[in-house]
């Protein structure tokens, strides 16, 4: 079995993350016809669609780009746009109790917890929530706020089992997708439920109108982002490691209206692409991927 290392750095050994098929050795963000160590270039698996960099910057393998000015730029309660990941995140809070009929005194991990906003939403749903993250600025931060977290990888979890566990806009960070899955399996309680969430930025359907006129496709190149997943390739992942895959969704920030946000913020939720943004999400082509599932009992 390749090792994640080897999995993600040579354009002449590449295999797919997901499911160790060698991709198309074309780039997906332009018309290269193989990918080259010269750019970040993006390749597709063969078999299960999976997007992903062949040649990582070495800062976004050991995660040294998320310090301090990586979680003081994001969203957070009490800033500009947040609204739209309190959107977010009663979604998730939502789902979670459709999946698990009721939240009440339930366990929680949040893996990729940042600053605490998911927490503190979890904990007031009456969850018993704690988080783990690989910054110490932004556990600190979640500390401060009387939530419970540490810092570290998903291997530096020491507790549980857990009823619940949650991971937000991570997974696509995360060098070894399966071995991240497979200590999520190990973390649940037999019967628990995990929520996962992606951004979909290469199959939504705002990323592929251009590709249909022969325009650049995908997500931001500049993006710290390792993996590109669409929601065939996450169901993949997640099956593999055991999980039963009870619902996938799709769905854009579309809903809350900030007044204080950017306008360019503001323009992308007006009228005019709220309607393209809902029929992506009606048919499966939204701008994030939401995997719910269950470690079987």
Not at 12 to 28: F, G, I, K
Not at 226 to 249: N, Q, T
Request: hydrophobic share 35%; glycine share 10%; aromatic share 6%.
């Amino acid at each position: 079995m390749r090792n994640a290392a080897e999995r993600l750095e040579s354009p002449t050994r590449m295999r797919c993350p997901v499911c160790d098929a060698p991709p198309v050795p074309s780039c997906e963000w332009h018309p290269a016809p193989r990918a080259t160590p010269t750019c970040p270039c993006v390749v597709r698996c063969r078999i299960c669609g999976h997007r992903f960099r062949p040649r990582p910057d070495d800062a976004l393998i050991r995660g040294t780009v998320y310090d301090a000015r990586y979680h003081e730029s994001r969203q957070t309660r009490g800033t500009p746009g947040f609204v739209f990941k309190q959107a977010t995140f009663t979604l998730h809070l939502r789902e979670i109790g459709r999946a698990c009929g009721s939240v009440a005194e339930k366990t929680l991990l949040d893996v990729g917890c940042a600053t605490g906003d998911f927490l503190e939403m979890a904990r007031s749903a009456g969850l018993d929530a704690s988080g783990v993250d690989i910054s110490a600025h932004a556990v600190a931060r979640a500390t401060a706020r009387g939530l419970r977290a540490v810092c570290g990888t998903i291997d530096a979890v020491v507790d549980g089992p857990f009823d619940v566990i949650h991971t937000s806009h991570v997974l696509e960070h995360v060098p070894d997708v399966r071995a991240f899955a497979r200590r999520m399996w190990t973390l649940l309680r037999p019967g628990g439920t995990a929520l996962v969430e992606v951004p979909n930025e290469f199959e939504n359907l705002l990323s592929a109108l251009p590709r249909l006129l022969g325009g650049p496709v995908g997500g931001r190149f500049d993006a710290p982002h390792l993996h590109y997943f669409g929601s065939g390739s996450l169901a993949r992942l997640f099956r593999d490691e055991g999980f039963a895959v009870r619902r996938i969704l799709t769905y854009s920030h579309r809903r809350p209206v900030d007044h204080q946000a950017q306008l360019r913020t503001l323009l992308r939720h007006v009228h005019g692409p709220n309607a393209l943004l809902r029929i992506g999400d009606r048919i499966g082509r939204g701008r994030n991927l939401v995997l719910v599932g269950r470690r079987p009992s």
